[in-house]
C-alpha cells in the first residue's frame, strides 16, 4: 500500500486539488436558485449545511451581492435573514465571512461574495470620441476599473513620448532593488555633473562628488519630476539597456522607455496595475509609492487629480514636453481611488497646446470617466 501510495501520489495531490478549487469557484461564483430545505449543499465546514440565497441588489451603491449562509441545523426562520442584511460599500468587495448566532440560538457561517454591477463602457467611449473629435488620433487612452475588471481602449498601443512618466520604471526598480536588500534608503549616491539637468534643481545644486542618501533621490524623482534625481537612479541601476530590460521583465510593460523616448498607454496601465495589485513591491514599500504619487505638487496635478472629488485619492505621474524636437505633449497615468470604485487611468498625447494648456482636456476626459464609473 505504501508503495503504491507513492508512487501515485502527485495524481491523488492533482485531483484533490483541482476538487477543492472547483468547489471553491462554485461557490463564490456561481448564481444559484433560491434554496429549499431538502436541497441544501454541503461546504468543507465540519457540521454545517448551507445554501445561496437570491441575487439581491442595493441601488445606493450599485453593488451585488450573494450571500452564502451554513446553519449547524437544516432550516433557517425567515425573519433570521432579514437580521443579516447589509448594506455594502466599496470596502465590502470580494469574498469574506462571518460567524452569527441568532436569537433562535442557531449558529450561522455566512460567506458574502460582493461585485460592482457592471457599466456600458461603450456608452463612455463614444462620449470620450465626440469629446476628441478630429484630435483622437493623438490621444492614446488606457482604462481599466479595478474593482469591475472593465477596460476601455483608444489608441492604446500606439507609441506615444511618455516624457516625465518614463521616471516611474527607474524609482519602481529602484525600490525593487531595497525591498531585495541591494539597497537601502540611506545609501550614499554620488553626485555627478555629467548626470545634472541643471546645475539649481534639488540635486543639481551639490558639488560633484557630494555623497546624499539615495531616499533624496527617489522622492525628488516623484515629488518634483526632477531630472537630475532620474538620471543618477538610471545610472545606480546600470544604464538604459539594463533598464529597459528590467522594465519589461520584473515591471511587465513592454514598451515604456526613456530611451529610446517611447511608451504606450497599455504598458504604463499594466505597471499602474501590478503596482495596486501589490505585484511589484512589498506591502510596505507599495504603500510608499503611491503616497508619494499622491503628494506630488501642485502643477504635477493638473490633469486627472484636478477634476475628481477633494474626498477621492489620485496617485499620479505626469509627464509634458516643450518647445523641443518632439513638440508640445501633455501626458498624465493615474491610479484614482474613488467613492465607489478604483481604477487607473492613463491619457498619453502627442500633440497639445503650449505649455502649460495642454492639462485641460485632460482634465475634461478625467471629470467624464470618474462620474461616469462613480
Known sequence: IIKHLNKYKLVYIFFGVSAFITTSLFFSLVELPSPKKDDSKSLDTPGYESYISNRLS???????????????????????????????TKEDLGLKFDKYSGTNQIEVLRFIFTKLEKKDLTKLKEELLNFLKEDSIHFGIYLFDLKRG????????????PASISKLPSVLLTLKDIDSKKYSFETPVVVKDELKHTNWDTI????????IPLKTFIDAAILESNNSAHYHLHDLLGGLSIVNKRTQIELGAETFFLDPHQATAYSIATVLINLYNGNLLSAELTDYMINLMETTGADLRMAIPASVPANAKVANKVGFLFGGNEGSTYSDAAIVFGEKTDY???????????????????????????NYLN
Not at 59 to 84: D, H
Not at 204 to 211: D, I, R
Not at 349 to 370: L, R
Open 58 to 88: 442595493k441601488p445606493r451603491y450599485a453593488l451585488e451581492f450573494i450571500e452564502a449562509y451554513a446553519f449547524k441545523e437544516n432550516y433557517v426562520e425567515s425573519n433570521y435573514q432579514q437580521e443579516l442584511s447589509l448594506n455594502p
Open 150 to 161: 472593465q477596460l476601455l481602449e483608444i489608441n492604446s498601443e500606439k507609441i506615444f513620448p
Open 204 to 211: 543639481g545644486q551639490y558639488k560633484e562628488g557630494t555623497k
Open 344 to 370: 487607473v487611468l492613463v491619457v498619453l498625447n502627442d500633440s497639445a497646446p503650449d505649455y502649460p494648456y495642454g492639462y485641460i482636456k485632460i482634465k475634461d476626459i478625467s471629470e467624464k470617466i470618474y
